[in-house]
């Protein structure tokens, strides 16, 4: 069974500084990988995606994450962070083979001060 | 834009009682799936169903069903809610295996069983 583990369930940062949430995973083969964000009583948005090509991928306001094989990883990145930022962060892969199921971490909060 | 809709946002209900939680798309996804959300656990599988009329346990079924009679609605059903199945109830759906895997999500439907 596929795992995926999120280090540190709370991250704070200040305004203008570089987000990483961490993201790492277990499969036997690449996966599918996503970033979803949840803002306060609401569902769960697509930040990004890795399927296949580019390692380097680039999603919706200002994030990225660089799928790296030989660690496993998909770790999530933000060069300078906003307030608007605040909120909970869920990294998830997907088999290729199977069901198309996902499997999630168990999240990490952000937090942004001023 | 895929849109996935679920009946309430905010749902109150008592021990013993039957609840059932629909959930609409409008995109044609062969894929719905239902998940509960709990602090510090993440999402969790509750079910999943690839087509019409067909239905998988996920994670953690134990006192959940499920119907799919259309291709566009999902629902949950608590035969008898229990204090323990007080939770945010999360709704998505994705394309079949052709497709990235990706999950759009309904806004979650919060149950408090009193």
């Known amino acids: 069974a596929q795992s995926v583990t999120q280090l540190g369930s709370h991250v704070s940062v200040s305004e203008g500084a570089l987000v990483l949430l961490r993201c790492n995973y277990s499969?036997?083969?690449?996966?599918?990988l996503f970033w979803y964000v949840q803002y306060p009583n609401q569902g769960l948005q697509l930040l990004l995606k890795?399927?296949?090509?580019?390692?380097l991928v680039k999603g919706i306001n200002g994030f990225e994450a660089e799928f790296k094989k030989s660690e496993t990883s998909f770790h999530l990145t933000k060069p300078s962070a906003h307030m608007s930022d605040a909120a909970e962060y869920f990294c998830?892969?997907?088999?290729?083979?199977?069901?198309?199921?996902?499997?999630f971490g168990k999240g990490t909060m952000l937090l942004v001060s001023p | 834009d895929v849109k996935v809709t679920q009946s309430s946002r905010y749902l109150v209900k008592r021990t013993g009682e039957k609840v059932f939680l629909e959930c609409v798309q409008d995109?044609?996804?062969?894929?719905m799936f239902w998940y509960r959300q709990d602090p510090g656990l993440g999402l969790r599988l509750i079910y999943f169903?690839?087509?019409?009329?067909?239905?998988e346990k996920g994670d953690i079924p134990e006192g959940y069903s499920v119907s799919r009679e259309k291709k566009e609605r999902f629902s949950l059903i608590l035969e008898s809610a229990s204090t323990n199945q007080t939770s945010m109830y999360l709704c998505?759906?994705?394309?079949?295996?052709?497709?990235?895997?990706?999950?759009?999500f309904g806004p979650g439907t919060r149950l408090t069983v009193l």
């Open positions: 169903s690839y087509d019409v009329k067909m239905k």
């Open positions: 890795y399927t296949t090509g580019a390692t």
């Open positions: 998830a892969v997907s088999d290729l083979v199977g069901y198309s199921t996902l499997t």
């Open positions: 995109m044609d996804h062969e894929n």
């Open positions: 998505a759906s994705s394309l079949g295996l052709a497709g990235s895997r990706e999950q759009f």
């Open positions: 499969s036997s083969v690449p996966p599918y």
